[in-house]
């Protein structure tokens, strides 16, 4: 087994971006929230000899992973930061007490436990730190440059089948931390990329999107949704209350809504005309893309917006062949963007990625769901819960 004497993790920057985008929310209007969040392994759970592995990077994360001045003076010129947040976030440091990690039968068990503003760091590290550290030690051999021979074989059928296309307008971002391969192959792809690859342009990584002069690009994910399931106190309101917040904000920044917490369905019941316009757009991440896609240009229509304006983020499983089947039916309808992830930074032959996320289930001591329209991405651990919200939200 792979021994480490090093941190993995070298930047505090290393991250998703939609995690400094909640928290800044969360700094500012739930200091006193408290949330749990556990994680979940889709596939089958053998990584429990890891455990002592991941305890120590987490150790190695306390000590060395905090906002250098640099990184300070970088995040200081995005329009959309607040100082008092980011002097706040200067002083941060990664809480060991919050995080639970322990081999169960041979099973990964990950338990963090906190106030929200300081338990909204961990998910993206500690994901990264699992893939990485099962990787390297399941596939000792592979390297980043057999990583990038096969991202060159890609990007030639790539070129290929967009051979007669017009692909002037194709958008397409790095959604690839949390399960890379690893940090080297995950550099060394978005290197190649910037330098031979004109549709990336941007990535949800702000350490990648610093060093490389990129956007960095995020909004919230579930668990902005999830939370407000007990933080508001009537639940059928929790997505419009989440949905307000946000642009108190941000409402001239970040303005692409995630709409599967509760189904696609029940978010457009929600998602009104005043909504619809302050929002830039949406982001799909379950379900049938082509049917989700029609649906809200559908909404937009009915609503009276012209969906023209608005913009549709794609980021379910991606790959390249997708990318352009879904940019030519919708490149002539709404504006896109797509963010591919594991498909690009742990694409590689032989190289099996892990299908592991960490989610809420609780906020302020009680339970929260993720409802999506993927039946294997559900979230609840309490079913009168579950039960409860789908009765809220008029799903059977």
Request: proline share 3%.
């Amino acid at each position: 087994m792979k021994k480490y004497n090093y941190p993995i993790l070298k930047t505090f920057l290393d991250t998703d971006a939609y995690k400094f985008h909640m928290q800044q929310v969360v700094f500012y209007y739930y200091q006193n929230v408290t949330v749990s969040a556990k994680f979940i392994c889709r596939g089958i759970n053998v990584f429990g000899n890891y455990s002592k592995m991941l305890i120590n990077q987490i150790e190695m994360m306390a000590t060395n992973l905090y906002l250098t001045n640099d990184e300070y003076i970088y995040m200081s010129s995005l329009p959309f930061f607040k100082k008092e947040y980011l002097l706040w976030l200067k002083d941060f440091r990664y809480n060991l007490s919050q995080v639970n990690i322990c081999n169960k039968n041979g099973k990964l068990c990950v338990y963090i436990h906190g106030l929200w503003k300081d338990v909204i760091l961990w998910e993206v590290p500690l994901l990264s730190l699992i893939s990485e550290i099962v990787h390297k030690n399941t596939s000792p051999n592979v390297t980043s440059r057999i990583a990038l021979n096969y991202l060159k074989k890609k990007i030639t059928h790539f070129h290929k089948i967009t051979k007669n296309l017009d692909i002037s307008k194709l958008k397409i971002i790095d959604f690839g931390t949390r399960r890379r391969f690893s940090y080297d192959i995950h550099f060394s792809i978005i290197k190649f990329l910037k330098m031979n690859f004109p549709w990336l342009i941007g990535s949800s990584n702000y350490h990648f999107s610093k060093i490389f002069g990129m956007n960095p690009v995020g909004t919230q994910s579930h668990e902005w949704f999830q939370a407000h399931q007990q933080i508001s106190p009537i639940l059928e309101n929790s997505q419009k209350i989440a949905l307000k917040t946000w642009l108190l904000q941000y409402k001239e920044y970040l303005g692409i809504a995630l709409t599967d917490c509760i189904s696609m369905d029940s978010f457009l019941k929600d998602f009104s005309f005043d909504l619809a316009n302050d929002y830039e757009g949406l982001r799909h991440d379950s379900g049938d893309p082509f049917q989700w896609g029609k649906k809200a240009i559908s909404h937009y229509e009915k609503l009276g917006i012209n969906p023209s304006k608005k913009t549709l983020l794609f980021s379910d499983s991606l790959d390249f062949k997708t990318i352009v089947r879904l940019f030519q039916f919708f490149n002539k309808k709404i504006n896109t963007i797509f963010g591919i992830g594991t498909k690009l930074t742990c694409d590689i032959p032989n190289v099996n990625p892990l299908n592991i996320v960490i989610k809420l289930i609780e906020c302020n001591g009680k339970p929260v769901a993720k409802l999506s329209d993927s039946p294997e991405k559900i979230v609840c651990f309490n079913k009168l819960f579950m039960k409860n919200l789908k009765k809220a939200f008029s799903l059977k």
